[in-house]
């Protein structure tokens, strides 16, 4: 599975973006999805993950009630809606796949397939 995320850009505090991570290969539907990000000199963290069928959803303290999950399995896209943005969101914004128990669904490392990323800057 190849995964690239797009749909990042520069905003105001406020403001929203919807994120993209568009998958190849097949099976896709068979992967967990998740979204972390990486601020300048902060560690990786997990921001927000589905399962296979988008049912499940699990989300960081940080983003919840701002940013949605979803994901479209017939086109092998999952989005990130963010919404409600702060600066302290700035990062750039990761998406990975993996077949990890859910229990485990927020732990970079079980991730197997990663994105390239791509940058949310938010201005004050």
């Known amino acids: 599975v190849q995964l690239q995320a797009f749909g990042g850009g520069l905003v105001q505090t406020g403001g929203s973006l919807r994120l993209s991570c568009a998958a190849s290969g097949r099976l896709f539907s068979n992967y967990k999805m998740g979204w972390f990000r990486q601020a300048p000199g902060k560690e990786r963290e997990f921001v927000a993950a589905?399962?296979?069928?988008?049912?499940?959803?699990y989300y960081s303290d940080s983003v919840k009630g701002r940013f949605t999950v979803s994901r479209d399995n017939a086109d092998n896209t999952v989005y990130l809606q963010v919404n409600s943005l702060k600066p302290e969101d700035t990062a750039v914004y990761y998406c990975?796949?993996?077949?990890?128990?859910?229990?485990?669904?927020?732990?970079?490392?079980?991730?197997?397939?990663w994105g390239q990323g791509t940058q949310v800057t938010v201005s004050s």
């Open positions: 589905l399962s296979w069928s988008g049912g499940y959803t």
């Open positions: 990975a796949a993996g077949r990890m128990v859910i229990s485990a669904i927020r732990r970079g490392h079980q991730y197997i397939y």
